[in-house]
């Protein structure tokens, strides 16, 4: 079956074997983005210490692209400065999973989307702080 869709190896990997899965409770940051076209939902939960992403954890509904790319992007953004981690990209996602299929690449953007929503929560927690 991932033959006829197109996932690589690596895609199978991560959908079979999702690293980071879960909830941080009292998270420092949250995430949330969903796509109503596909119906896939991403939430990234995220601890930072010292400006550095020490952990982080993510839940999501939907198709095994999009359990890979969020698997793939808590990966890519453990242990990085926020800075650093702003900086993910869709299509780092997809590259570091090597390759997604055309009509799979909008997973991708969810993924980065929901680790940028989660930066973003907590830097607006700490400006009110």
Same mark, same amino acid.
């Given at each position: +079956?991932?033959? =006829? ?10 959908? +079979? $074997?999702?690293? $980071?899965?879960? @909830? ?8 949330? @983005?969903g796509?109503? @076209?596909?119906?896939?939902?991403m939430?990234?939960?995220i601890r ?5 992403? %020490?952990d982080?954890r993510?839940? *999501? ?6 359990? #890979?790319t969020?698997?793939m992007? &808590? ?5 990085? &400065?926020?800075?650093?981690? +702003?900086?993910? *990209?869709?299509?780092?996602v #997809? &590259? %570091?999973? %090597? ?5 799979? +690449? /909008?997973?991708? $953007?969810?993924a #980065?989307?929901?680790? /940028? #929503? ?7 927690? =700490?400006?009110?702080?």
């Amino acid at each position: +079956m991932a033959d =006829q869709i197109g996932y690589s190896q690596k895609v199978m990997e991560h959908f +079979m $074997n999702p690293h $980071n899965v879960g @909830v941080i409770e009292n998270p420092d940051g949250y995430g949330k @983005v969903g796509n109503p @076209v596909c119906g896939d939902l991403m939430e990234i939960f995220i601890r930072v210490k010292d400006d550095v992403i %020490e952990d982080i954890r993510f839940r *999501t509904f939907g198709c095994g692209s999009a359990i #890979a790319t969020s698997s793939m992007v &808590t990966d890519l953004a453990k242990g990085k &400065t926020l800075d650093e981690a +702003m900086k993910i *990209t869709r299509d780092d996602v #997809a &590259t %570091e999973l %090597e390759g997604l299929p055309p009509r799979k +690449m /909008h997973c991708s $953007n969810l993924a #980065a989307d929901a680790l /940028h #929503a989660a930066i973003q929560d907590y830097r607006e927690k =700490q400006k009110k702080e």
